[in-house]
């Protein structure tokens, strides 16, 4: 089963757009885990194990577990997802870009070391930096596109001038990802739920590619706005949300909060489609 087909899978079985993003912070964990880095594994396996049923996605973010020498423990949370929700997809939030044989490497990371089902990608350094993950048949790329920063007008919102049609740049790998390098269907694109206008540009450009769209929830994006401009029959779309699920309570009902967040957020994007 390639990772569109869990993706679709989950979406159904779970009647869900939201995916869960993991970025465990210790110092907000709730009270009897807090600060305690070597809790990160079962604050996290608690979320999945609260929210599964109400998700299409999981997203663990790698730098929150780096940061603290946690990356045995992912790879324990990455085996607990995979024996206690399978049917849910799991797209490590890496965000590579380097070419050769170090994307290779970093290919083996995503893939085999943490056995995840998509991984995130910068297009910065161009297609070479792509490939190694197709590579891997099956497996999903998501590609920055359009992100929710502020500075993403930095570079993103730049017109390209030697391009015909003078499009932006987020335009362009939006073209290029529907295109001539999406040879397998692997790809898909990361567009930020704080600029509903650009995800509908996004989706005219890239009309059947998954969209991963972070923003909603802590980042202010509208849900409603969200699902209305990416959401189609030919394209579907996963709406990140990390902080609001994770961190919605940090008192002794905090499973019990995180499941409710979930679950409200989950209905507010199901409410956008129906």
Known sequence: MTFLDMLHGATAR?????????DPQPQRFPEGLRGDAHRIYDFCAAIVDATCDLACAFKPQIAYFAAHGAEGQLERLMQHMRANAPHVPVILDAKRGDIGSTAQQYAREAFERYGADAVTLSPFMGFDSIEPYLEYHGKGAFLLCRTSNPGGDDIQAQRLASVQGQPLLYEHIAAQAQGPWNKNGQLGLVVGATYPEEIARVRQLAPTLPLLIPGVGAQGGDAVATVRAGLTQEGTIA???????LYASGDGDWKDAARNAAWATREALNAARR
């Open 239 to 245: 709406v990140n949300s990390s902080r609001a699920v």
């Open 14 to 22: 779970n009647d869900s757009l939201l995916c869960v993003g993991l």
